[in-house]
């Protein structure tokens, strides 16, 4: 069983184009993130939330929506997308926001911006 | 300033040999969280190893240990016996203000080290 889904794995889209990319833990956590590894591998957090709140909003474009419609998915709309925007997005979920455990990672989802 | 810094942008180690990758970190938070993960080729993030500030002993896991080092704020992975399977990058990250004093859970990373072992 998987415990922090993605879809789609590969994107490829072109400029100006709107996407989305789905999220979903089993794992019966309260809080998800999504994070951002540039072309320098470098990873970066986006967004985080907790029971369906936004808690951490780290200055992204606001092309850039994350919507939670409930405390097992997390997904990611991004709108008039831009040749910047291509790197690897990769969801998350730990326990709480306090928690001192592991934050499980879904595979990512490489976005390719032509 | 770099709350998560790792020093060695790639590293070479002969399999069946021990290997250090280095992190240090920065903070003012009492209660914080330190992490490594493995990234191999195919992409995936997998968790290796987990110390708390307050934990008294260095963590380890298998083949994995962290040479916790309070006072000199570093957190380095030690890899013992090195497999050709551990050839991947590496990162160390941070999560800050545990417990009631959270921020939002968030993981600040380090810029990763590239390990590669040889045969």
């Known amino acids: 069983d998987t415990a922090v889904s993605q879809t789609p794995k590969y994107l490829v889209t072109q400029m100006g184009n709107d996407k989305s990319i789905k999220c979903e833990q089993n794992?019966?956590?309260?809080?998800m993130y999504w994070y951002k590894q540039d072309s320098k591998k470098f990873l970066k957090i986006m967004f985080s939330y907790n029971n369906k709140e936004l808690i951490i909003n780290e200055t992204v474009p606001n092309r850039f929506s994350p919507k939670s419609p409930d405390k097992a998915h997390l997904n990611l709309h991004i709108n008039s997308l831009e040749l910047g925007d291509s790197a690897v997005y990769f969801c998350?979920?730990?326990?709480?926001?306090?928690?001192?455990?592991?934050?499980?990672f879904g595979p990512g989802t490489r976005l390719t911006v032509t | 300033a770099q709350k998560i810094t790792q020093t060695q942008p790639g590293m070479f180690v002969q399999e069946k040999e021990a290997v250090t990758l280095d992190c240090t970190y920065d903070t003012s938070d009492p209660s914080y969280g330190l992490f490594w993960y493995k990234q191999p080729s195919s992409g995936e993030m997998i968790f290796l190893i987990y110390q708390g500030s307050y934990d008294q002993q260095n963590a380890t896991e298998g083949r994995y240990s962290l040479n916790f080092q309070k006072a000199r704020k570093s957190a380095n992975l030690v890899i013992s016996a090195s497999q050709l399977g551990d050839s991947a990058m590496y990162f160390c990250a941070m999560r800050e203000g545990l417990g009631i004093y959270n921020q939002g859970g968030k993981l600040i990373f380090g810029q990763g080290t590239e390990l590669s072992v040889k045969p």
């Open positions: 998350a979920s730990s326990q709480s926001q306090g928690a001192s455990g592991e934050q499980y």
């Open positions: 794992l019966g956590h309260d809080t």
